[in-house]
């Protein structure tokens, strides 16, 4: 059985090794140490993960980040490598559900910050596990948008959603539909087709992740 978590945690590792602590990310104002730091503090910080989605939390959050930033950054790409066993995210159980999602997008994060990327071939088998989460995606952050919402990915599948009105269809490979319904839109290449007022609007949104 093919771990695409764990395939896209290595290549990531093996990018920020290539590339550096200082170079940019697409998350603004983060490098590539940032991003590195944030990974750990997700995976080996219970007391200061939930900081990353509640704002409440999230001072604490950062200060406990900006503690491992602070670390060399071999020994910090080292622990991004190598997760915990005990980790709920990260055990052998939840590795694929919890973190593929995560790795893939943080891994285009880096590669798509720089001048000349260009979109991977993913293999099929991941792809199919990406459109997973597209559709429930889709399902979060387009049920009430203004329009009869299909994203489509050719040879995978296609979500109907939205509040109604206007056709609106938006079509990609699983990857980069996850990358747009993420808040990357701007690096993310799908095809958008609809009314220019509703498309500006879906590339502007704050999806979020």
């Not at 990531?12 to 940019?24: N, Q």
């Not at 200060?63 to 005990?86: D, I, K, S």
């Not at 994060?109 to 099929?124: G, I, K, N, T, Y």
Request: with cysteine; aromatic share 8%; net charge neutral.
């Amino acid at each position: 059985m093919a771990r695409f978590a764990q395939m896209e945690r290595q290549a990531l590792a093996d990018l920020f090794l290539t590339i550096g602590p200082d170079a940019p990310t697409v998350n603004e104002g983060w490098t590539t140490r940032d991003l590195a730091a944030h990974l750990v503090v997700r995976e080996r910080r219970p007391d200061a993960g939930p900081g990353i989605w509640l704002p409440v939390l999230r001072g604490y959050s950062e200060r406990v980040r900006t503690e491992y930033a602070r670390r060399p950054f071999p020994e910090l790409v080292a622990l991004v490598r190598q997760p915990p066993v005990w980790s709920p995210l990260s055990n052998p159980l939840t590795d694929e559900l919890a973190n593929l999602m995560e790795f893939f997008i943080h891994h285009e994060d880096v590669r798509r910050a720089v001048p000349d990327w260009a979109p991977r071939e993913l293999p099929p088998g991941e792809q199919a596990a990406l459109w997973k989460r597209v559709a429930a995606l889709s399902r979060l952050h387009l049920r009430r948008f203004t329009g009869a919402v299909r994203v489509v990915a050719d040879g995978y599948g296609e979500v109907s959603t939205g509040g109604g009105g206007e056709p609106v269809l938006i079509s990609a490979p699983p990857g980069e539909l996850v990358l747009f319904l993420t808040g990357r839109q701007r690096v993310a290449r799908v095809q958008i087709d609809c009314p220019a007022v509703l498309e500006e609007r879906l590339r502007n949104a704050g999806f979020g992740f």
